[in-house]
Each structure stands twice: as C-alpha cells, then as structure tokens.
C-alpha cells in the first residue's frame, strides 16, 4: 500500500516498477524530470529514457513514432506545455492517429503556485477532452494515481493525465478495484450532488462536512476520468437529489463543468460550476493562497451548494 | 561534411554499384508512371497538388522500387523500411507508388479525395495501407521518423526510416527540433530527403521565408550532407547508398528538384501547388509522359 502523499512522485515510482517486466515502456522528458519525477525511470532504465530537451512539439511527435514501433511511449513535462505547446502534434500526430502515447501533464492547474500564469494549466482539460480518441484522466490522490498509471500502460491509445505538483490527502480507498471511466461515490447525501475531479475532491469532502453542520447532505463523486465521461453514472447519481455542483481546479470553460452541463442538458435540474473564472493564473506564496484566492475553497463549494439549493 | 553532388565520377562509381543499368533503365520508367498514376489521380477539373507531387517522383521511385525493404503482401510486416511523407500534400507521389506495388487496387486511385476512397488529402495510416503515420500538419514528419528510429535502435533492429520534407517545409521550427535531437542521438537508421524544389505555395521559398546556405545549415548541425539532382536516378541511388553506409549518425539528401518537373507548362510554376488542370493542359500533360517514355527508351 502506498502511503506518500505526492501524486508525481508515485507517477514515477509506478513506471520503475511497471518498466521492470514491461520493456516497451519508455519515457520522453523534456528537462523537467526532476519535477515530473520521470527521472526516476531514467535513473532505472537509461536506455528506454529519452532527454528529448526543451523541444515539446518534437518530443510528441517522437512519441507517435516510437508507439508505432510498438512501444509505450509516456511524455512527460509540466500541463501547460504538455498540451498547450505541443497541442497540434499531439493533435496530429498523436490523436488523429489514435496512436498509444501517454502524456503526463505534471504540475496541472494553479499548483505551481510560485510560477505563475505561464506555468499554471486552467485549459489543459479543455485542450485534450475536445480531441476525439483522448482519454482524459485526474486523479484525486496518490493511490489514485498509482492505479490510473497502470491502467495507462494497460490501455490502448492516447492518455492523458493530469497530476497535482502538491501533496495529497489519501482519499481513496487502496483496496477498491479501478478501471478507466469510473466515477466514484466519496460521500453520500440527498440533497445536492458535488462531481468534483482533482483537488476539489478533498476540498467537496471537506464541505460535506460544513453543510451537514446546517442540515445539508450532500453526495460528493469523484469524477476522475473526464473523457469518456460515463454519462449513465452521471445521471444515476443525480436521481433524487434537488441540483448539481461541479468542482474543478481549471478553467470553467471546457472543462468538468462544461462536460457535465453539456451530458445532463436535459434533465431539469440547475447546476452550479466552480472553477477558475475566465482569468490566467498568477504567483503566489503557496497553493492554499491560490485556491483561496480563486475561490476553490470548500466553503466556495458550499456557497455554491447553497446557491443550487436556493435555485429550487 | 558537406559533399557535393554524389558521385560524378562514371568510372569510379560502377565500382560500388549496387544496380545495373537495366536497373536504372527499369526505375526511370517506373517513375514515368509514378507521374502516370499521379495524373490519373487529378483529372482536368480536379484539384490536386502536381507541382510537389511530380518534383518528388524520382526519389519516390528509388525508394519504393529499389532503396527499401518493403513487403506489400503484408503492409504491416515487421521487418519494413518505413517512408514518412512529411510534406504530407505530396502523398498522391505515395499513393502512385504504392498503388504499383500492389498496396491496393488501381481503381482507388479516381475515388482520392472523395467520402467513399480509401486515400486521403493527406496521409491517413488508418484509412491507406503503406501509410505509416498521420502527416500533413507540417513540421512533424521527421519527428515521427526519429521516433521510429529511436524504437529500432533500442531494440537493435535493422529497419531504416526515410523522410520526405519540402524546402517550404523548412519554415517549420519543429524540424529544427527533430534535426538537433537526431544528431543527438546519433540516429543513423535515419535519412531525410528534403525537396528542394525552391516553390512553395504562394511564391518562391526565397521570397517567403529565405533558408540560405541550406547544406551548410545541416551540416552544422551534426548532419552528413548529400547534395544532389533530384531528377538524376544515378545520383539518387548512389546518394541513397552513401546515406545506408554513414553510421555515425543521420544523413539529409538535399534533392535539387523542379516543382512540376517533367509537365513543361507547370515546371517552375507555384500556381501548381494545388490546381486544377485544364482539358488542354491534362492533354499536353499525357504528351509530356509519351515525350519521357521517349527519352528513356531511346
């Protein structure tokens, strides 16, 4: 059982060990391996590591290459240049071909809070669920994270996934079974239903627990697989209750929201989304500055379940 | 090191030669029909690129029916050279290839471009057996070539892989990326042929976006470069050749091609990029495959 709180960290430990018996595994790194934690596959296994240098258009595209000599390709470097700088390769030449690449976009969402806008990902979801043949995976938590990277190398086509740079609380249960496209029930309740993905998982958790405190019982999901977005769990966790809430550390354009809006347009039922509002990133002193600054607290989740509720 | 055209030497090239001249002679015909099949494929009316397509048809013949290990019974047979058409708009000099060796029928070749076709606008590994990739977004080509390269080498295997860009193409900063990363690994089973036609869309390459002393911009770049007449089957053979024997790391072909080589009223002309021809053009076009059939048998 993994006890670490760091999502990367266990991204990287999960490849060293997958990579030992599995040998079309390789990773592609694009001189921020130190933070995606890829150079812990380095350090194992020289020969299938690849320092591509800071050239992310080309290190995808050489990832749809080597997946067409039969290997496992994983890219790896922070989100926003993960997907936002290498977007059309990973179009074209990846997608398009529906080509078995991996992407790991490390350090996703506002988590590089020192860094600032050019390095904080609010689109990165919004940019890999519009491609068709794109599994789009955030997990939670470290355990989650361990059980999607193997599920990754299992899987056949283009993945990708999205890692918080900051610990963790381990929410999830180690011993339940995963597979690609599962949501999971966190919390359960009647009277608003939260999908939260990511970080926003523990922060609807936490607000389960303020609500309860007024009379409120909510249902908290943790929507970890964006795309395929299974739309009958969706709509079976909604049964019943008066409104929706979704909760995600990214952009409200595109994103969990606009996948859960667009899935349950019709059904009758109002829905709040919580997100970053049309705006980049900025520098802060830590992360909990940042969500509290963006309002991805889990009291802003409660205003919003209250606000559904009020709607009524 | 740059060297200059490949061979030039009669004498002392009949010394390696790797072909007959019956060999020779058969190649030059396959790429008149190269061109043949590249006009089937446009007929008058029918937009399609000719200029890109019919510089590139010599090398393309070399390749497919001489230089690469190829087995078109089984498209995806393991022990395969792979072609990346970078310049991805030049597939129909693909399509024409692989249709010759058998890859599929020749009725496909009128049904390109169209909803019912199996060839696309652009390479479609999914849709076209002998395609390797998805190309057409330019730029990516030689990446997903060294890719490839890279998944031979760790696996110690023999195969080759051959890249098409165009000069235009050049523009793109992604192959700068490819070409210094190729180096770096010292990617030997790698050979980019870039043709040189000097026209691109809309104008000349010089007028556009000038990518002067070209062999020199390899070549600093850690390359072996070969200079040749992309239309001169001895030099692309040879060149070819060279290319296989440098083990040291990646060898560039700068193929000095003409943009609509061999159809006299498009030669040299950017307005074939992707046109459509006339009656009349279509028909000086098949007189210009008889004029060639000519040249060679005589």
Redesign the interface.
Request: charged share 20%; aromatic share 4%; no cysteine.
């Given at each position: 059982m993994r006890t670490s709180d760091s999502l990367r960290k266990t991204y990287g430990e999960t490849l060293v060990e997958l990579g030992k018996d599995n040998k079309d595994i390789?990773m592609l790194e694009a001189d921020l391996g130190n933070s995606t934690m890829s150079a812990l596959f380095g350090a194992a296994y020289p020969?299938?590591y690849?320092q591509?240098?800071i050239?992310e258009?080309?290190m995808?595209?050489?990832?749809?290459?080597?997946?067409?000599?039969?290997?496992i390709?994983f890219i790896n470097s922070f989100a926003v240049f993960a997907t936002g700088r290498a977007y059309?390769?990973i179009?074209?030449?990846v997608a398009?071909?529906?080509l078995n690449v991996k992407i790991c976009g490390s350090s996703a969402g506002l988590s590089d809070f020192g860094d600032g806008k050019t390095h904080q990902s609010i689109d990165d979801i919004a940019l890999m669920q519009v491609l068709p043949n794109m599994t789009v995976l955030s997990p939670c938590d470290a355990i989650e994270t361990e059980k999607m990277t193997k599920a990754m190398v299992e899987s056949n086509g283009p993945v990708y996934l999205r890692i918080n740079r900051n610990d963790l609380p381990l929410v999830t249960d180690p011993k339940a079974e995963y597979k690609i496209g599962q949501m999971t029930e966190m919390v359960k309740g009647k009277d608003v239903v939260v999908f939260a993905t990511g970080v926003m998982v523990q922060q609807s958790m936490e607000a389960a627990k303020i609500l309860e405190k007024e009379g409120i019982s909510i249902r908290v999901v943790n929507v970890s697989t964006i795309k395929p977005l299974d739309v009958d769990a969706l709509e079976s966790y909604c049964e019943g209750v008066k409104g929706v809430v979704t909760a995600e550390e990214h952009s409200i354009f595109g994103g969990l929201g606009s996948a859960v809006c667009s899935a349950l347009s019709k059904k009758r039922l109002p829905i709040e989304v919580l997100g970053v509002q049309d705006s980049f990133g900025t520098s802060a002193e830590n992360y909990s500055i940042l969500l509290k600054h963006y309002g991805l607290e889990s009291e802003d989740v409660a205003k919003k379940v209250r606000a559904v509720l009020a709607a009524n | 090191m740059v060297v200059s055209p490949a061979v030039e030497d009669e004498i002392g090239r009949s010394e390696n030669m790797n072909y007959s001249q019956e060999q020779v002679m058969e190649l030059k015909r396959k790429a008149i029909q190269v061109r043949a099949n590249i006009l089937e494929m446009i007929p008058p009316g029918k937009v399609g690129h000719l200029g890109g397509s019919s510089s590139i048809a010599d090398v393309m013949a070399a390749l497919y029916f001489h230089t690469m290990q190829v087995n078109p019974a089984d498209p995806k047979d393991p022990t395969r050279d792979?072609l990346i058409m970078s310049k991805g708009h030049a597939v129909l000099a693909q399509y024409a290839c692989l249709v010759e060796l058998g890859y599929f029928p020749r009725e496909e070749l009128s049904k390109v471009k169209t909803l019912d076709g199996i060839l696309q606008g652009h390479p479609?590994?999914?849709k076209t057996p002998g395609i390797?990739?998805?190309?057409?977004?330019l730029?990516?080509g030689l990446?997903?070539?060294?890719?490839?390269?890279?998944?031979?080498k760790?696996?110690n295997l023999p195969n080759r892989v051959y890249t098409i860009l165009g000069d235009g193409e050049l523009a793109e900063?992604?192959v700068w990326?490819?070409v210094?990363?190729a180096h770096?690994?010292q990617a030997n089973n790698l050979t980019a042929i870039v043709d040189f036609n000097g026209l691109q869309a809309t104008s000349t390459t010089k007028e556009i976006f000038p990518i002067e002393n070209l062999a020199q911009k390899w070549d600093s770049f850690g390359w072996n470069v070969i200079e040749i007449d992309g239309h001169d089957m001895v030099q692309i053979l040879d060149a070819l050749e060279a290319a296989k024997a440098f083990t040291e790391g990646p060898t560039v072909l700068l193929a000095h091609t003409v943009k609509g080589a061999c159809f006299s009223f498009a030669e040299g002309k950017a307005k074939y990029h992707n046109a459509a021809m006339t009656e009349e053009e279509y028909k000086q076009a098949w007189t210009c495959i008889d004029k060639l059939k000519r040249e060679v048998e005589a």
């Open positions: 390789v020969d299938r690849f591509m240098g050239a258009q080309n995808a595209s050489v990832a749809a290459g080597l997946s067409l000599t039969g290997k390709p059309d390769q179009r074209s030449s398009i071909a529906n | 792979r479609d590994m999914d390797e990739a998805v190309t057409g977004s730029g990516q990446s997903i070539s060294l890719g490839m390269a890279l998944g031979f760790v696996d900063g992604q990326e490819a210094m990363a770096g690994f």
